[in-house]
């Protein structure tokens, strides 16, 4: 029998996308939906720190106000910044509402459900285009919709790119009055760009260290009695041998030496074989605290190694003494740990539900570049840009700023997601009433697929692709408009002149002027040129 369709996950509106709404929630349109399809730009607000300057803001670290729809799609789309982060972000850590029943109270149960799914849908598909080719991300859930969850990242990311899951014991209370079972523990899933990819070891500590000792005094120093059978079969592996007290060894039924005979001796003439304190235990094979690599990362997260809820409650008390602690942080032990299995210093970091920005903080004392997007600006005004001031200035000395050696330094850019340039009067699509001069300039270069704004170009263009010229007129079109054009262009070079309006002797005349050139007329045509359609 034939087979047809893959495994995926239904949900109410699949085929639909949101947007946000001025009252924290959401609202369903058509995918084509020009709130949706519309490339918002990223304004600057402030700086701290070091910087770069204004023509390269885009390689700072990022806080960004806004969507984190619209800021990741700014990020993918605005040439500035696609050159800087599509395929080039190492590790995307999400820690999203987790929906239990709190996040959208606007919406009945099985609609909240779809609404949860959908935004995490079009964020991650968004991240997949930022993530770099030996990159990860890892997505912190709970019971609520973990299981879902997996199943989104598997129809995104594929099914061979899932990693692990892990489990974190985030609560470390004896004490719980849950009517049915304690909560202790929440999930990150983690998944990669590519199915090779391998994550880096964590440091050896003195817990896994303990085991390794030297009761021989052997000169090659601590070793671990490892064990001389494996399971696999191996042909130089069934053999007897005799121990110092003339007692027989040999493997039990369906098990080998893990080493053949001629090595095994070998091992014993340079005294890597223990025969126990007396000489008749079963032999075992040293394994040298010297020659033993870095620690595989294990799934499981104890509270004592990654700290819990109760630290990281502590940590944000310090940080803001009197002020009410925000909801959910994250403890900066448990954020060292997901930077050093997937991180090395130099990368860059993305959170785009920036909370109270313990991934920023924690990116930025160990060296990583990083971008955060948080969509509420009393959370960026609480919370997040406070607490990165003092990363930058050194008044935030908790956390793993001692372990880490951090003091103080470098710096970020403060931006925000732009308005949308257009606004609905009834049926009829109009551009915003902030969208004129200069920032009609950017943001209808913005909409323009592959055309890169080129601020320093010689009037009437202000943009380019390939041979491409881009003049936009804040106004009417005319014939005197085209003519500048064309004597402007170098040869083989063609124009497009975007407008408010324009007259149709202009469009004739381009057509004349300079066949293959075009004119198009602000906001319509900006979404058709997409393909796109209001509806």
Known sequence: MGTSGRLSLSWINKDRSLVSTQDGGYQWVDRDDFRVTETRLLRDVATVGEVNDDLKRAGDNLMITGDSGDALRALTRLPEFAKEYRGKVKLVYIDPPFNTGQAFDQYDDGLEHSVWLTMLRDRLILIRDLLAEDGSVWVHLDDAEAAYARVVLDEIFGRSNFVATIIWEKADSPRNSARQFSTDHDYIHVYSKRPDWVPNKLPRTDEANSIYENPDGDPKGPWYPGDPFANKPYSLGKYKVTGPTGRE??????????????????????????????????????????????????????????????????EMRKLFPGVASFATPKPERFMERVLQISTQPGDIVLDCFGGSGTTAAVAHKMNRRWVTIEREPDTVATYLRPRLEMVVSGEDRGGISESVGWEKGGGFRQIEVAPS????????????PWVVGEAFTEAACAQIPGFELERDAEPPFVGRKGRQRLAVVDGLITESTVRAAVEALNEDEKVLVVGKSYLREAASLLEKLSPGSRIKKAPQDLLDMKGRVLR
């Open 249 to 314: 060894f040999q493997p039990p039924p369906g098990r080998y030496w893990r080493i053949s005979e001629e090595r095994f001796w070998d091992l014993d003439s340079k005294g890597a074989i223990w025969w126990g304190p007396t000489g008749d235990a079963r032999p075992s094979i040293k394994r040298y605290l010297s020659e033993v690599s870095d620690l595989v990362p294990r799934t499981l997260w104890r509270h004592p190694e990654v700290g819990s809820n109760r630290t990281s409650k502590n």
């Open 421 to 432: 340039m257009y606004e609905l009067l009834g049926n009829r699509l109009l551009l915003a």
